[in-house]
């Protein structure tokens, strides 16, 4: 952690008071997530984690959707540059897809020209996948390579999730993984958890493609051998038959973390912050059956475990691409009539950061755990360039 200056004080007291919602594409601006009424976030001043007493507030920077592109990725060390320069920063949150979805293959030498970008992060670095790095790598129209999704993603937990229960960054930290603590799901190292000033963080592994139900490529690939994958032509069919499985298995894993996640939220946490890729309400009802479908089952889940818990819930993500905060499980929300089932819970906000073509940014959410009137979240977008 970075010690903070006195005018850093005065910097993040201004960033937690402040209400204005608009956004100065020429300097970082400034939203206040919608307060949940009826929530005391102070009830108790125990506290779940060993070491963790500290009820103060902190600072993350979120990015996703990063980089995404030749101009992205000529852009990236200097994004990198900009959170390290950052002394509010105690962490890096990526909310997956480190690639363009076309035209951007899904190689192991960018998987590990990416890597060396993260490990230039300064403080702990948490990343969850995207669907453009393992679940898209199959679609042939999108030129990504033709690879099996299921064995992209164990190359991708290979070189992104080397040691179970750590971070990248230079400072890496510790957090509990999926794979150290339950052994039904053990292949699940992407999954992680772990509580700062009685916040509890946990990512899951929720990707786009309406969560990896968009059919595999049903014929084999134009060019072999391709390197990353295993087995002869003749083995494609049988290859591609995994897609229900790998469904199967993941939802199962996310079910078990989620209630992992809950169930270490006791009644002494301030709030409850989710990080994943997909953007579930990123659809219409007129397309949903092929957009965001395959997601009722989890908003469902996520609001149920989140009315219960009655704190604060926050749901980082990316995939739709442009910055947002709402409030997708209030009635009122246009967002809310998108999943059959939806729960009712004022409680939880939604976080979307900027990527692909959006302007290059990182946004600086800074989190109180003892705020008392409004929302303990706050979020600052800070652009690359001024």
Not at 174 to 192: F, G, H, I, K, L
Not at 270 to 297: C, E, K
Not at 345 to 359: D, I, K, M
Request: proline share 8%.
């Amino acid at each position: 952690m970075k010690p903070l200056t006195p005018r850093l004080w005065i910097a993040v007291a201004v960033a937690l008071g402040t209400l204005a919602c608009t956004r100065d594409l020429s300097s970082p601006s400034s939203i206040v997530a919608p307060s949940a009424s009826g929530i005391d976030a102070d009830k108790s001043d125990a506290d779940h984690s060993d070491g963790n007493a500290d009820t103060g507030p902190f600072t993350y920077a979120v990015i996703g959707d990063s980089p995404y592109g030749v101009v992205k990725r000529a852009e990236f060390p200097a994004l990198v540059d900009r959170i390290n320069a950052d002394p509010a920063v105690e962490r890096v949150l990526h909310a997956g897809d480190i690639k363009s979805g076309s035209n951007s293959a899904c190689t192991d030498t960018y998987f590990q020209d990416i890597r060396n970008q993260f490990d230039r992060f300064q403080d702990p670095f948490v990343y969850t996948p995207g669907d453009n790095e393992w679940t898209d790598c199959h679609v042939a129209f999108k030129n990504t390579g033709l690879y099996l999704p299921t064995e992209r993603l164990q190359t991708i937990r290979s070189l992104f999730f080397p040691v179970a229960g750590q971070t990248l960054g230079v400072n890496a930290a510790r957090v509990t993984s999926q794979a150290q603590v339950d052994p039904t799901n053990a292949d699940y190292v992407e999954n992680v958890m772990w509580v700062q000033s009685k916040v509890v963080f946990a990512s899951l592994n929720i990707t786009g493609s309406n969560d990896d139900t968009a059919p595999w490529t049903s014929s084999p690939p134009k060019a072999l051998p391709v390197p990353e994958l295993p087995g002869p032509v003749s083995t494609w069919a049988s290859q591609l038959a995994q897609q229900p499985a790998e469904i199967a298995s993941r939802t199962q894993a996310n079910n078990a973390w989620l209630d992992r996640v809950f169930a270490n939220a006791h009644t002494d946490s301030r709030a409850v912050v989710l990080l994943f890729q997909a953007d579930m309400w990123d659809g219409t009802l007129a397309n949903r059956s092929t957009t965001i479908s395959a997601y009722d089952a989890m908003v469902v889940k996520i609001g149920t475990l989140a009315a219960r818990y009655g704190k604060p819930v926050l749901l980082v993500m990316g995939d739709s691409h442009v910055f947002r905060v709402d409030q997708p499980y209030t009635p009122a929300s246009p967002l809310f009539g998108l999943h059959a089932g939806t729960p009712i819970a004022p409680n939880v906000t939604r976080l979307v950061v900027n990527g692909s073509a959006s302007r290059t940014e990182y946004v600086r959410m800074t989190i109180d755990p003892k705020a008392k009137n409004g929302s303990p979240f706050t979020f600052v977008e800070v652009p690359l360039v001024p």
